[in-house]
């Protein structure tokens, strides 16, 4: 992709000083009690009483409304969106699915203001460490972001290691992916590959960043000739297998330990995006003997989702809590479980019924409104 200049550009003061006005009239419009803005279009306001500031709030619970205004780009101007989640090029017939907001139950959440992204993360580096739904989530958030600065100078940039890098040269912004299946190694050894559960080689690269946003759970129940390690490494343990949930335990334990040694809580934020839902189970939005999301043009309805909660969320869940302070869970399970119509299904570069990723745009857009969110308007 070709780099433009930005010509119009504002002294660095005067940008700054946009940045915070424009925050705080943001904030100001967000805690005025009484002012619901819930736009047209959404369901009847059941909860009269005034809206909790944000940092009361529990972003997380809440239920989709449809909101005409959505989405919030175009994905065919977004340029290269990989092929696994650009649904409209490959055909996705209906739209119904990209016009659906968050609403949480007892608050609002701040429109996503790309520029406002940029000049408040100046000079600042944002990393995805994980799956293949880190790749997604940073999909997203590349294509938000060049919606708001089109025209800015934007570098793309991609290593051997399959490390992708969008770099928003008039702000130094850079919003990093950095595949990384189990977040722990795996190392060739004699008797083959070694997955190490005590090992994380990578988070000296990681360090360098002033937002990490991780996610592993995928690839921790794959057997058989897809499995990309021959033994499993616990301590001084050489296992052929284990029990997968046990080692996904400690591996985020290796993990959360990492983060309390190695990060300096002041530079750098960090999260961990909760486990990824997939749709192959009609049962758990009640249609009994449907078996994919090909069908699913619609959200559920509601706030509860039939199907359980992930088990792997509720190991997550206690490792962070018992562990790590200062990894914040981004809590995005039920309300992804609740997007049934959110996947690419056949709708994808590859042609395969895929229930697990997601349309971009799509459903990632506001995982990152709630990244946004979390990180301008709730500290912790
Ligand atoms: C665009 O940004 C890149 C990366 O920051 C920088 O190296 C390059 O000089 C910039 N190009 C222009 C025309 O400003
Ligand atoms: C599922 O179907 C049952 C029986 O028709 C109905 O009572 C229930 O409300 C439905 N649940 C959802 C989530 O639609």
């Not at 000296?204 to 129940?221: A, E, G, P, Q, S």
Request: positive net charge; hydrophobic residues 35%.
């Amino acid at each position: 992709m070709g780099t433009t200049k930005q010509n119009n550009t504002l002294p660095f003061q005067i940008v700054i000083l946009l940045g915070i006005t424009s925050f705080l009239t943001l904030n100001a419009v967000q805690h005025q009690p009484g002012h619901h803005h819930r736009r047209q279009g959404g369901v009847i306001n059941k909860f009269m009483r005034p809206k909790l500031e944000l940092k009361q709030c529990n972003i997380f619970q809440g239920q989709w409304v449809w909101d005409p205004s959505y989405p919030m780009y175009d994905s065919s101007k977004c340029p290269g969106i990989r092929k696994e989640f650009d649904c409209q090029k490959y055909g996705r017939p209906d739209k119904y699915y990209l016009k659906f907001r968050w609403q949480p139950d007892h608050c609002d959440l701040p429109r996503f203001d790309g520029v406002e992204f940029l000049k408040r993360m100046a000079g600042k580096k944002i990393m995805y460490v994980g799956d293949s739904l880190s790749l997604n989530n940073w999909q997203s958030l590349v294509c938000l972001l060049h919606a708001a600065v089109p025209n800015s100078n934007i570098t793309q940039q991609q290593t051997i290691g399959g490390i992708k890098s969008w770099i928003f040269g008039d702000y130094g912004v850079s919003i990093i992916s950095y595949p990384s299946n189990y977040l722990v190694d795996i190392e060739s050894e004699q008797i083959g590959r070694v997955l190490k559960l005590n090992s994380l080689k990578d988070g000296n690269i990681w360090k360098d960043t002033d937002v990490l946003i991780f996610n592993t759970w995928l690839w921790w129940t794959v057997k058989g000739p897809k499995q990309s390690w021959d033994y499993i490494q616990d301590g001084t343990m050489i296992l052929k297998d284990m029990n997968r949930m046990d080692a996904y335990r400690k591996a985020l334990t290796t993990l959360a330990n990492w983060v309390d040694s190695e990060i300096d809580p002041i530079k750098t934020r960090v999260f961990f995006q909760g486990t990824n839902p997939s749709h192959y189970n009609g049962q758990e939005w009640n249609a009994t003997g449907v078996m994919d999301c090909s069908k699913e043009t619609m959200p559920v309805k509601g706030s509860t989702y039939a199907g359980e909660v992930p088990p792997a969320l509720e190991v997550v869940k206690q490792v962070l809590s018992t562990i790590s302070k200062s990894i914040h869970l981004l809590d995005i399970t039920t309300l992804s479980q609740l997007r049934k119509d959110g996947h690419p299904s056949s709708y994808n570069g590859f042609k395969g019924m895929d229930c697990t990723h997601w349309c971009v745009a799509g459903l990632p857009d506001i995982w990152n409104q709630l990244l946004y969110t979390c990180l301008f308007y709730i500290s912790f």
